[in-house]
């Protein structure tokens, strides 16, 4: 709500979606290039906060990362217009393209910065990090492809996202590591087809849009936060069915893309790709449960005069959200029939 009423911050935020149009329309990489630096420096006064010490610290540390990515990819591209000839260095080219993209996005192993940034933003400003920063390098990705390295940046992806999580406390920081584990797939959904890559995405910024509302309203941001306040039933409930669904469990919508995803690798026989990244879904699963757990389970008495309570057109919109999120499986299981 603080964007609407800001003029500043709803110029920049047009500027940003702007930006992702260039980059994603353009015919040669060097604009691309440029849209990306425009995509860079609209974000930076987004995430800035000259009254919040660690969001001034994440957008200088976001600013670094970026702009190490940016001078790469232009480095990569000139390479590329210079040696177009020599088919020797088209791999090196190709690996040099994909990885300064893939540290745009804050994937695995450029993650580094990703969690720690994701701790000094606001959860509008990580909802905006973990999914539109995420548009552009992706397209661009599709565009030049280097397959044997990106499965290797995959298994990567989907085991570090999963493990990364599992001692945080943050809950910033997991969901930081959970964008990582599901950026594994993303790229996966790309390299099958744009549209499933497409349907994925949408999937998951609905699911997390839901879950950083919640969490934005609640003003949490620590899993301990969560059994410390008494929260009302259907609070718990609609954080038990987000986070089910975006961990990938059968009854729910985030299933779904997911299942399309295990049907294509059994179907082109990648067994080992599709038991790594079952088994890191499982790890991921666990830590969700660990978080449902600590809000469900635990009841402080001292704390029973203090009830957490949305106004009640909002708890109707996530109830709604939640609805669609237990529908959405059903529903999409006739498309199958």
Do not use: D
Not at 10 to 16: A, D, S, T, V, W
Request: net charge positive.
């Amino acid at each position: 709500m603080y964007y609407l009423f800001n003029s500043n911050k709803m110029f920049f935020l047009f500027i940003l979606f702007f930006s992702t149009m260039i980059s994603i329309s353009s015919n040669s990489w060097f604009g691309c290039w440029i849209g990306l630096e425009i995509n860079l420096l609209s974000f930076i006064p987004l995430i800035s906060n000259s009254n919040n010490l660690l969001s001034s610290e994440a957008s200088l540390k976001y600013f670094l990362t970026q702009s190490i990515a940016s001078m790469n990819f232009l480095f990569s591209i000139l390479m590329k217009m210079i040696l177009m000839k020599n088919f020797e260095m088209n791999n090196f080219i190709s690996i040099m393209i994909n990885s300064s993209l893939l540290m745009k996005m804050g994937s695995t192993p450029f993650h580094f910065w990703f969690p720690n940034i994701s701790e000094g933003l606001s959860w509008f400003n990580n909802f905006l990090l973990m999914t539109w920063q995420k548009i552009t390098p992706l397209i661009l990705l599709s565009y030049y492809l280097n397959f044997n390295f990106l499965y290797f940046i995959i298994i990567m992806n989907v085991m570090i996202g999963a493990i990364g999580g599992l001692n945080q406390t943050s809950l910033r920081k997991l969901m930081a590591f959970s964008s990582i584990n599901n950026l594994g797939w993303m790229i996966f959904t790309m390299l099958i087809s744009e549209n499933l890559w497409m349907f994925y995405f949408m999937m998951y910024s609905f699911l997390i849009s839901i879950m950083f509302f919640l969490f934005y309203n609640l003003n949490m941001f620590f899993i301990n936060q969560l059994f410390i306040n008494n929260m009302n039933f259907m609070i718990k409930l609609n954080l038990l069915i987000n986070f089910m669904s975006l961990g990938g469990l059968p009854p729910f919508m985030g299933f779904l893309p997911k299942w399309i995803v295990i049907n294509f690798l059994m179907i082109n026989k990648f067994y080992l790709l599709t038991f790594i990244m079952v088994m890191s879904s499982l790890i991921t699963i666990y830590f969700y449960i660990r978080i449902i757990y600590s809000s469900f389970m635990f009841n402080y008495f001292k704390m029973k005069w203090f009830k957490i309570n949305f106004k009640n057109n909002l708890m109707n919109i996530i109830n709604f959200f939640s609805l669609i999120s237990i529908m959405g499986m059903i529903l999409s299981t006739f498309l199958f029939l």
